[in-house]
């Protein structure tokens, strides 16, 4: 099992920059992959970044170019830099582990962009 806790949501103008963590309660190494997903309103749950535990990332097209995942093994802690937000980045953000097969989930953080 592992316990994840998010920060870093809020409100920004368009084009401002967040950065979100999640710290996970064990060994990140010891996770086959973490990631951040996203929920916009009326709209489905979505990749947006992961990290596998050899460092392998996927970023979603929509965000590819603007925002980064990365990780600090010694915090036990993966990131997500948001730069160039959008209004249509607005969503509660969710980092998510998954422990093969298990998938666990953070309590979500909310990211607003405003036009």
């Known amino acids: 099992q592992v316990q994840l806790v998010e920060s870093g949501g809020g409100l920004v103008q368009a084009g401002g920059s967040l950065r979100l963590s999640c710290a996970a309660s064990?060994?990140?190494?010891?996770?086959?992959?973490m990631g951040w997903y996203r929920q916009g309103p009326g709209k489905q749950r979505e990749l947006v970044a992961s990290i596998t535990s050899g460092g392998t990332t996927i970023t979603a097209d929509s965000v590819k170019g603007r925002f980064t995942i990365s990780r600090d093994v010694a915090k036990n802690t993966v990131y997500l830099q948001m730069n160039s937000l959008r209004p249509e980045d607005t969503a509660i953000y969710y980092c998510?582990?998954?422990?093969?097969?298990?998938?666990?989930w953070g309590q979500g953080t909310q990211v607003t962009v405003s036009s």
């Open positions: 064990r060994n990140i190494f010891s996770i086959n992959a």
């Open positions: 998510n582990a998954r422990i093969w097969p298990v998938d666990y």
